[in-house]
């Protein structure tokens, strides 16, 4: 089975600095999708960035991007001048892409606090 | 507007007393999926659904039931609930290309 491992429970930030969480995973599949997933405290789950297996480059929006190391099973993310709208929960996502699969595995979170 | 809709949003009941969760969707997605989120654990999936009438246990079902006879509908029953049952749920719908899913707003249930 699928698991996804986020390490940093809580991470903290001065605005306009960066700040990278991190997320492994663990799989036997070659062929997934990977998420971040923000939610703020309004509990809305907001999708910030997705990543396919197969593709080699790193995807980016705007101020997120990751690095994904996909031989480490490693999918960070860095927010680059961290704003104080950032504060949030963010949750690391894996979708495996078999067949008669409808799993979306999350890890248990990092709160992400950014400071004036 | 594209948009999953969750009712109610807050519910509080007792152990016992058979409650339903209403979940619907207008994008005409076929995957729609059940999560239950808890402090510390993350989200978990419950049921999910690849289409009308088909459904399947994720990594949290007991206590729970779901049914699918329109694909835009897909509720979760709990016929009995439960102090532990107690927690934040999300209805969720899935894009075609399985590259996005649509969160519900979130129902926040206690069981007394």
């Known amino acids: 089975a699928q698991t996804v491992t986020q390490s940093q429970p809580e991470m903290s930030v001065q605005e306009a600095e960066t700040v990278t969480l991190s997320c492994t995973y663990d799989?036997?599949?070659?062929?997934?999708?990977l998420f971040w997933y923000k939610q703020p405290p309004s509990r809305q789950m907001i999708l910030v960035i997705r990543?396919?297996?197969?593709?080699?480059q790193n995807a980016t929006e705007n101020r997120f991007s990751v690095n994904f190391q996909k031989a480490a099973k490693s999918f960070s993310l860095k927010i680059s001048d961290s704003q104080l709208g950032d504060a949030a929960m963010y949750f690391c996502?894996?979708?495996?892409?078999?067949?008669?699969?409808?799993?979306?595995?999350f890890g248990k979170g990092t709160k992400l606090t950014v400071n004036p | 507007e594209a948009q999953v809709t969750q009712n109610p949003r807050y519910l509080i009941t007792v152990t016992g007393k058979k409650l339903t969760v209403t979940c619907s969707q207008n994008?005409?997605?076929?995957?729609m999926s059940w999560y239950r989120q808890d402090p510390g654990l993350g989200l978990r999936q419950i049921y999910y659904?690849?289409?009308?009438?088909?459904?399947d246990k994720g990594d949290v079902p007991e206590g729970y039931k779901v049914s699918r006879k329109e694909k835009r509908n897909f509720p979760l029953i709990l016929e009995s609930p439960s102090p532990n049952q107690t927690s934040l749920y999300f209805c969720?719908?899935?894009?075609?290309?399985?590259?996005?899913?649509?969160f519900g707003p979130g129902t926040r249930l206690t069981v007394l």
């Open positions: 990543q396919e297996a197969y593709k080699q």
């Open positions: 799989t036997s599949e070659s062929d997934y999708y």
């Open positions: 996502a894996y979708r495996s892409l078999s067949s008669g699969s409808e799993k979306l595995v």
């Open positions: 969720a719908s899935t894009s075609g290309s399985r590259n996005e899913q649509f």
């Open positions: 659904s690849m289409n009308v009438e088909v459904t």
């Open positions: 994008m005409n997605h076929e995957y």
